[in-house]
């Protein structure tokens, strides 16, 4: 009983995994992962696993990985197939962590991208205004971005970007977005980590965009009281919600994700593919 | 004169010879600076906050340790100092062994003892007494905040201490597993043995350790010698730098936007507007800023609306 408020059980939870497999895989292949198990539910300890496991089976692929901190390689699992995902998953790995890049190209991320956290009082309900202003602001610059729930509490924001860039320009660009963010709106956004700025309002956090972290998969369930999954949506669905003020519209459970997919595919097959290039801004400086 | 790092006392039983620490290594690593390579510049390091870039200064510092990812329980300063090793300056015996009983693997950094002024007679008995019944005198003092575990000799008629390694730091090779460790009942071929055996008495000498150099550290030192008598010497740039302003990319987004969306720069939205530098707005004609900026308040209001 990984859930037990609700009776969701690892079976269930290996079964949805193995269902989500088709969806999931393009977002989380060939990255290395971030294992966040929690061997006794949601409810008792967790842990980050980097390190993949000594006693993984051997035709689970690992990318090593330099780590400044631990001064030498990690070997990171790498999910690239149904059998490997299901396998994560007995380990109690409820949440998957990928990261924004590559293994091969570890310092080259295939995406821009947003979370936005909000801090009580504030709900899903700001988040969902931040990530419309977003969404304008990206479009303004010619760009596509793509939402969904972090399947906790928040909303994250992907611009796809799946050409030659470095976390270099993405994490100073997304930095500099959530500071202008921060100044068109000061008692709605935050762009500082620090919890005590946060009250009220939504942190637009950009710093997720760095070699060193990682971000929940689109499609990994969540460690919450309810078995949430991180669910792409439409951006009409992010207006909904905010115009009908209603929260439970952007949260969605592992059965109804698997049904979302079946009917809709997957609304985040954009952002494994779609090519897009972040403006120079400074080059614009200049 | 060498320079003493340390005075304090070895005590056991009711014996106290005040002495000296000296440090038994002069490390001769080459240590090189850091230069911006187009002109020279020093580089100097800054503690800059990851949040937002700014340079933090040293009292708004605290210790965090990390026991999840970002997630971190902070120490101040004043709980380190409260849990700091008792300052004492003892050197306190604990036991007296044989030196082959310890495993080299658990020493660390080698030190002379010196006596202090006025023990010296105190000093040369211990030496004299450790000498003759061939112990080692494994013993505990604090060194800089930290409490050291340490291996006391006599050699050549002075003390020499090797601060030591604590059991638990000591990494035993079946942590490391089986890459480590052979597995057990490999057969053996004993003729193959005998070979090895043989290769080793062959290269077998006494130790010299004079005969050893460390070859990369006089090969980098010729090369810097020959380049600084080439004169092919970088002159550092060493009066105060300017910094230079990093580009401000929030308002070159906002620029890019404003191009886009056809809106003079000095629009901003609610009360954003009256936090914007006076530079945006200089560059606009009074007139279309204003109108701008209406439009935009309005603009703001609407999508504040829920």
Sequence with gaps: ????????????????????????????????????????????????????????PDWVETAPIWSGRNEGEIDYCVCDDRATLIWMAQLASL???????????????????????????????????????????????????????????????????????????????????????????????????????????????????????????????????????????????????????DPDLLSFEAGEVLKRVKKSGDLFAPVAELKQKLPDLEQAVR | MPRAIWSGSISFGLLNVPVKLYSAVSRKNVSFRELREKDGSRIRHKRVAEADGEEVSYEDIVKGYEVAPEQYVVITRDELEEIDPKKTRAI??????????????????????????????????LVKAMGDAKKVAVARFVLRNRE????????????????????????????LGEDVVPEDGRKLDKREVDMAKQLIDSLTADFDPSK???????????????????????????EEPTPTKAPDLMAALEESLAAVRGEPLSGGDGDGAAKK????????????????????????KAKAAK
């Design chain 1, 1 to 56: 009983m990984l859930w037990p408020e609700v009776g969701f059980t690892k079976g269930e939870m290996i079964d949805y995994y193995a269902r989500i497999a088709d969806a999931i895989l393009p977002h989380i292949r060939a990255r290395p992962m971030t294992l966040k198990r929690y061997p006794n539910g949601v409810a008792e300890k967790h842990f980050y696993e980097k390190r993949c496991p000594k006693h993984r």
């Design chain 1, 95 to 245: 949440e998957l962590h990928p990261s924004l890049s590559r293994s091969k190209e570890i310092e080259r991320p295939t995406v821009l991208a947003f979370d936005l956290d909000p801090g009580a009082p504030a709900t899903i309900m700001e988040c969902c205004t931040i990530a419309l202003r977003l969404r304008e602001l990206f479009g303004d610059l010619g760009l596509e971005s793509f939402p969904k729930t972090s399947g906790s509490k928040g909303i994250q924001v992907y611009v796809p970007l799946n050409t030659k860039i470095a976390y270099e320009q993405t994490k100073p660009f997304a930095r500099a977005v959530a500071q202008l963010l921060e100044r068109q709106d000061p008692d709605l956004v935050v762009s500082r980590m620090a919890k005590n700025l946060r009250k009220g309002k939504v942190l637009v956090d950009w710093s997720q965009n760095d070699e060193h972290k990682t971000t929940v998969s689109v499609y990994s369930l969540r460690a919450r009281e309810r078995p949430t999954v991180s669910t792409p949506v439409e951006w009409k669905e992010v207006e909904r919600a905010l115009k009908r003020e």
């Design chain 2, 92 to 125: 306190e015996i604990q036991d007296f062994v044989d030196l082959d009983d310890i495993d080299p693997i658990y020493f660390d950094h080698p030190y002379y003892l010196g006596p202090d002024k006025g023990a010296e007679k105190a000093y040369a008995l």
């Design chain 2, 148 to 175: 050291h575990l340490a291996a006391i000799r006599p050699a050549d008629n002075v003390l020499t201490m090797a601060t030591m390694r604590f059991a638990d730091e000591v990494v035993a090779p079946g942590e």
């Design chain 2, 212 to 238: 050893y150099h460390d070859e990369y550290r006089e090969e980098l030192l010729s090369l810097i010698d020959r380049k600084a008598q080439g004169k092919s010497v970088v002159e550092a740039v060493s």
């Design chain 2, 277 to 300: 530098p006076k530079r945006s707005t200089a560059k606009k004609s009074p007139s279309r800023s204003k109108s701008s900026q209406s439009k935009s308040r309005s603009r703001s």
